[in-house]
Structure formats: structure tokens, C-alpha cells
């Protein structure tokens, strides 16, 4: 729960960063408690805390948003590399 709930308090606090670096920073920390997340998904899974549809659709979700993370983490790579 406390993964999952970090990925948009993290982006949240991406809107009010003071530098892109400090964005790309919080980006990057959403990323890593995506993946996280995941982990978690997948270990309920396996005990059969969840059962497969509930899997699928909390899984597909993170995907999603991960996939997005990591877009959003080269575009901003590129521009903070550009702008050197």
C-alpha cells in the first residue's frame, strides 16, 4: 500500500520542484516505488492474497504508470543533457 500510495505523492511533489533536476529526482523516486509496487503485486499473487483478475488489473495499471515514469525520466534526460 505505502509503494503504491508514494508513486503519486512523489509526483505530486514533482509540480512544485524547484529545478528540473529536483523533478527528474522525484520522477525517479515515483519510478522506483512503481517498481516496488510491482514486486508487491506480484507477491500477493503468489500467496493468493490476490486472486487473478484483481492481479491483472493492479498489474496492468502499474505497468502503465511505469511505462510513462520512464518516458517522462529520458525525455527529461535528453533536455538536462542537451542544455550542457
Known amino acids: 500500500m505505502r509503494s503504491g500510495t508514494s508513486i503519486g505523492a512523489n509526483i505530486a511533489e514533482s509540480e512544485c520542484a524547484i529545478s528540473e533536476k529536483d523533478f527528474l529526482l522525484k520522477i525517479y523516486t515515483s519510478l522506483?516505488?512503481?517498481?516496488?509496487?510491482?514486486?508487491?503485486?506480484?507477491?500477493?499473487?503468489?500467496?493468493?492474497?490476490?486472486?487473478?483478475?484483481?492481479y491483472f488489473s493492479l498489474k496492468n495499471d502499474c505497468d502503465e504508470i511505469k511505462r510513462m515514469l520512464s518516458s517522462t525520466t529520458k525525455t527529461m534526460n535528453d533536455r538536462l543533457t542537451d542544455n550542457k
Open 32 to 54: 522506483k516505488e512503481c517498481s516496488e509496487t510491482l514486486y508487491w503485486l506480484d507477491l500477493l499473487y503468489e500467496t493468493e492474497y490476490l486472486d487473478k483478475k484483481e
